[in-house]
T-cell receptor, first 113, second 114 residues
């Protein structure tokens, strides 16, 4: 497996609380991504990063922010969690040398009550 | 509107036969197209990538075709085995190289019956 971990793996929180999910890689890949996966929707891109401090929005970025202060870490923050953000969140990494092939982390299951 | 369509129903195939999965898209012009496998509770795993100027790619028992005129990719698993049972995801790479992320279909659940 590619060296990519996510923490926490499971989290239950209440509506209105802030939540931060962490993605950590040991591959030194330039690109990092956050996706969410919901029944009936498949995987959807939230935000992505193409380098330290360089990030951009994906298809479903509303209500989420990201930060990347080091190559190896990409943080996803829900400033005020809502029940609609209950989902499984996947981090992925890639590099130019891989032609776009992405390695995915194990996922974080987030439940917002 | 933009759509990616994969077989919405589960696909049941007898062991040893060839499984063929379909990915159709509308109002996209992907530079590359990728296929991933996902097992329950796990992240997707990359299988194959094909570029817009390529018609076919093979890897062991896997074959993918890409028809940009029909806007369709077919994914074949020959000599299928029960261990091939999983959900298979089609993903469009619009820019090529994956820098801007991928756009995924909802996936096809493949069941290989012994």
């Amino acid at each position: 497996d590619a060296g990519i971990t996510q923490s926490p793996r499971h989290k239950v929180t209440e509506t209105g609380t802030p939540v931060t999910l962490r993605c950590h890689q040991t591959e030194n890949h330039r690109y990092m991504y956050w996706y969410r996966q919901d029944p009936g929707h498949g995987l959807r891109l939230i935000h992505y990063s193409y380098g330290v401090k360089d990030t951009d929005k994906g298809e479903v970025s509303d209500g989420y922010s990201v930060s990347r202060s080091k190559t190896e870490d990409f943080l996803l923050t829900l400033e005020s969690a809502t029940s609609s953000q209950t989902s499984v969140y996947f981090c992925a990494i890639s590099s130019l040398e891989l032609d776009g092939e992405q390695f995915f982390g194990p996922g974080t299951r987030l439940t917002v009550l | 509107s933009q759509k990616i369509e994969q077989n919405s129903e589960a696909l049941n195939i007898q062991e040893g036969k060839t499984a063929t999965l379909t990915c159709n898209y509308t109002n996209y012009s992907p530079a590359y197209l990728q296929w991933y496998r996902q097992d329950p509770g796990r992240g997707p795993v990359f299988l194959l990538l094909i570029r817009e100027n390529e018609k076919e790619k093979r890897k062991e028992r896997l074959k993918v075709t890409f028809d940009t005129t029909l806007k369709q990719s077919l994914f074949h698993i020959t000599a299928s085995q029960p261990a091939d049972s999983a959900t298979y995801l089609c993903a469009l790479d619009l820019a090529g190289g994956g820098a801007d992320g991928l756009t995924f279909g909802k996936g096809t659940h493949l069941i290989i019956q012994p």
